[in-house]
């Protein structure tokens, strides 16, 4: 499995437990700065890396009414404070290649949402901008299937690729998790993410919002290790309920020091002392 560098560590087999975490949406550039300070400070005694998360545009809100982000120049701008001021480095997602091409010259990884994982004009943008690409694997898509976006990322000159888990599928508003994907998409050559705050999603299930089940993340996240996952991607808040983005399924910041500690000895159980 080949190795992903990001700013000063690599994501991959060998290598230290990295976490992306952060807030579903920007609320504001304050707000962001101090959940980003917040975090470091959670994440800082424990012995993995981690990445800083957040999205300047929700694109694919359920609803016209909900809260979308500050956009793209406005929270580019805030995510190179939290480089600078925490030295943090910083995933968001893109949804157009010039999107791709403007925050790819700012962030340490591109992420592209599962609804757009097929989209080639964007994948081929994210790649050339040199950064990371952490595509997560469609909730339409079997895992063996993200092979042609993996060539599609290489084709371009980028052999810093991410897959990510986010489960698929199952019925109506509902998702379910095979963590045979791991294995499946680590044999494609790449560390593989699990994103276990989308995968507790129910899509559309509050009618004009998504619902989600929060109290099953320390579950599918604790699995997802079991199976060999290289990441885990958490969006987390200090106010859940008030969130202005997926507030059935984000995880909040006190329950965060708990699971990441179930999830560092999973981790060493599976992986070894790295």
Known sequence: MK??????????EGEKLTIMCGP???????HTLRLAEQLKKIFDPFDLHFIFKASY????????????????????????????????P???????????KEAGAVVDCVQIPAFLCRQTDLIFAAAKTGAAVSVKKGQFMAPLDMKNVVEKIHSAGNQKVLLVERGVTFGYNNLVCDMRSIP?????????????????????????????????????AKAAIAAGANCIFLE???????????????????????????????????HGSQ
């Open 24 to 30: 579903c949406v920007m609320e504001s550039e304050e």
């Open 57 to 88: 545009d929700k694109a694919n809100r359920t609803s016209v009414r909900s809260f979308r982000g500050p956009g793209i120049e406005k929270g580019l701008r805030i995510l190179q404070r939290v480089q600078n001021e925490w030295g943090l």
């Open 3 to 12: 190795r992903v560098p990001i700013k000063d560590f690599w994501i991959g």
């Open 184 to 220: 499946m998409m680590q044999s494609l050559g790449v560390p593989v993410v699990f994103d276990a705050t989308h995968a507790v999603q129910l899509p559309g299930g509050q009618g004009d919002s998504s619902g989600g089940d929060r109290q099953y993340i320390p579950v599918l």
């Open 236 to 270: 987390a808040h200090p106010d859940p309920a008030n969130a202005k983005s997926d507030a059935a399924s984000v995880l909040d910041f006190k329950d965060l020091p708990k699971l990441v500690e179930q999830l560092l000895r999973l981790y060493e159980a599976v």
């Open 90 to 100: 910083v995933v968001t997602d893109v949804h157009s290649p010039d999107e791709a």
